[in-house]
């Protein structure tokens, strides 16, 4: 699956981003998308996940900030991002996984290029 994500720049504190991803290529229905980060320094770590069944996860630290969403005609997500703190900075990437019937990822995931997210004044 290749994944391209975008909407990425240079915002304000308290300011909002909208990014989005695309998938393309060879799609299986069961799977989740998810939104993460990584600032330099840091591991990357989950933002926010969707399942194709519509099972949502946030990290703790963005709850009340972050909605993501998910577009099944486009096989695109999309990660609104609210009330933006300087340590939000980082560079954000979409990935893809396959699940299986009980809600399992299984394989590898595929990740996008990544968009970088900058909040400074």
């Known amino acids: 699956v290749q994944l391209q994500a975008s909407g990425g720049g240079l915002v304000q504190p308290g300011g909002s981003l909208r990014l989005s991803c695309a998938a393309s290529?060879?799609?299986?229905?069961?799977?989740?998308m998810g939104w993460y980060r990584q600032a330099p320094g840091n591991q990357r770590e989950l933002v926010a996940s969707?399942?194709?069944?519509?099972?949502?996860n946030y990290a703790d630290s963005m709850k009340g900030r972050v909605t993501i969403s998910a577009d099944s005609a486009r096989n695109a997500i999309y990660l609104q991002m609210n009330s933006l703190k300087p340590e939000d900075t980082a560079v954000y990437y979409c990935?893809?996984?396959?699940?299986?019937?009980?809600?399992?990822?299984?394989?590898?995931?595929?990740w996008g290029k990544g968009t970088l997210v900058t909040v400074s004044s």
């Open positions: 969707i399942s194709s069944r519509g099972t949502i």
């Open positions: 290529g060879t799609i299986f229905e069961l799977n989740v």
């Open positions: 990935n893809f996984q396959p699940m299986d019937a009980e809600g399992d990822v299984y394989g590898l995931p595929d």
